[in-house]
């Protein structure tokens, strides 16, 4: 069964980087629309970055424009999402989706993922 798995969360200062992974198994990921979702303490997630099965096509949260960027390599299966000059509000568990095609908007905004992982924490804080 396909399974996800987030990586590269950690402490990082503000105005630092942070680059996480999402790598799938059992299953391909060439047919998926993929993204990242974030949830902060007491918050209800929200989403991110959505990308297009091909890579072609990229949603992002006003929040993170100019910031974050999503991206994804179909030949290891796996999702990035770079995330640079970090703020404090950026901190939360981040968990990435996979949806079988899909608009980015609706995976995005509607948070339709088939899979997710089991989130990695980042904290931004001096």
């Known amino acids: 069964q396909l399974q996800l798995v987030e990586s590269g969360g950690g402490l990082v200062q503000p105005g630092g980087s942070l680059r996480l992974s999402c790598a799938a198994s059992g299953f391909t990921l060439d047919y998926y629309t993929l993204g990242w979702f974030r949830q902060a303490p007491g918050k209800e997630r929200e989403w991110v970055s959505c990308?297009?099965?091909?890579?072609?096509?990229?949603y992002n949260a006003d929040s993170v424009k100019g910031r974050f960027t999503i991206s994804r390599d179909n030949a290891k299966d796996t999702v990035y999402l770079q995330m640079n000059s970090l703020k404090p509000e950026d901190t939360g568990v981040y968990y990435c989706?996979?949806?079988?095609?899909?608009?980015?908007?609706?995976?995005?905004?509607?948070?339709?993922?088939?899979?997710w992982g089991q989130g990695t924490q980042v904290t931004v804080s001096s």
């Open positions: 989706a996979a949806r079988r095609i899909t608009t980015v908007q609706a995976m995005c905004i509607l948070s339709r993922g088939d899979y």
């Open positions: 990308i297009s099965s091909s890579g072609g096509t990229i």
